[in-house]
């Protein structure tokens, strides 16, 4: 197995081919440095950003090979700069998992990075630091869990059609990628991962009950896959099915207990049957494993405390998040709340000083 202990994501992140997909280079100013970009074109506006460390500590001086690899849609290759520096752009929302494992001299290491939404109006950034380790005797011996277990036997022309599937998706033409993954289901029925993006398409296309059926239908195959679990939460979440939403999500934990989509999913669902306290603690479970990532979390914990009357709680929940997204098109009106909430526990002026 790979090497995890190695990696810290500062700010992570759902939905494997064998497939290599290319990706276009581009030159871009990240997180302070140039350095080469390689677009993944999946759909959003993301951007995944990091260094890779010798083992002492430096950053490389070498390029090396770095992969994203989306259980959907397959593997994007890419190269550290000189500096061993990584950008992944255009990145959507899914877990991804980056790997390094062609280097012989070193460990192989692989980390999942989890990404909720498509788009902001601020691209969001994921920062990734990757600290090598020296190979050891028995590392021949250990191979670096990349590819999804459901797609280790999946037939060839299963394969292709799954194959062409991404490539329709990729382009958006979703009519297109739904009839290659019917194609591959029908070549090999207990294809989970297709059957799951035939609900993401369907979930993408706003058909909630199509999008049900087939996370269903991927769930009785395997039912512990932690994918069709977290979108069949928030297909359900959608359709107002929230104890069902609930459960499914709880499961998700059971197979993921680190997962804060799943965290942050389960605060909104509790949120709606009114069950705040619980849900209080579900979005702090959220922020505490992501930190300035979910930052609708925020808010949303802003209205529990405002409900409560803890204006401070409040403030400090609305002022991280004016932080995390200064350009909320509502900040005005949520620095007004602030405002309002700092005079409800500011001392009367007609209060005697000590």
């Known amino acids: 197995m790979a090497s995890k202990a190695m990696i810290s994501v500062r700010r992570p992140i759902l939905l494997g081919v064998i497939v290599l997909w290319s990706a276009t280079l581009a030159s871009a100013q990240i997180a302070g440095g140039l350095t080469d970009t390689t677009n993944t074109r999946l759909g959003g506006n993301n951007y995944i950003v990091g260094t890779v460390f010798s083992p002492e500590g430096l950053p490389i001086r070498t390029r090396m090979n770095i992969r994203l690899t989306s259980p959907t849609w397959g593997d994007i290759m890419a190269t550290t700069d000189d500096a061993g520096r990584f950008v992944f752009s255009g990145v959507g929302s899914g877990t991804y998992t980056l790997v390094m494992d062609s280097e012989k001299e070193f460990e192989p290491v ?15 950034t994921y920062t990734v630091s990757i600290r090598l380790r020296p190979a ?34 990729a382009a958006k033409d979703y009519k297109a990628a739904m009839e290659q993954l019917k194609l591959a289901v029908a070549e090999y029925p207990n294809f989970v991962n297709a059957i799951n993006q035939i609900g993401v398409l369907h979930l993408q296309l706003n058909e909630l009950d199509k999008a049900d059926d087939a996370f269903k239908a991927a769930l009785k195959i395997r ?118 909430s700092k005079r409800s526990i500011a001392p009367s002026q007609s209060d005697p000083k000590p």
């Open 110 to 124: 692989s980390h999942q990075v989890e990404i909720v939404r498509e788009r902001n109006f601020v691209p969001d």
């Open 136 to 169: 050891g005797e028995n590392v021949k011996k250990k191979k670096p869990s990349v590819i999804s277990v459901s797609n280790a036997d999946v037939p060839k022309r299963a394969m292709e059609f799954y194959d062409k599937a991404s490539k329709f998706a």
């Open 223 to 340: 039912p512990d896959a932690y994918e069709p679990l977290i979108n069949r939460s928030v297909t359900l979440f959608r359709m107002g099915r929230f104890k069902d939403a609930e459960t499914v999500l709880r499961n998700a934990l059971k197979v993921k207990a680190e997962s804060p989509v799943a965290y942050y999913y389960l605060g909104r669902t509790l949120s709606k049957m009114d069950r705040n306290d619980e849900a209080e603690i579900a979005y702090l479970a959220c922020i505490k494993l992501s930190p300035g990532e979910f930052k609708e979390a925020h808010r949303l914990l802003a209205a529990i405390y405002l409900s409560r009357g803890a204006s401070q709680l409040v403030i400090e929940q609305l002022e991280t998040y004016l932080r995390l997204v200064p350009t909320a098109k509502d900040a005005d009106q949520l620095r007004s709340v602030i405002e309002q």
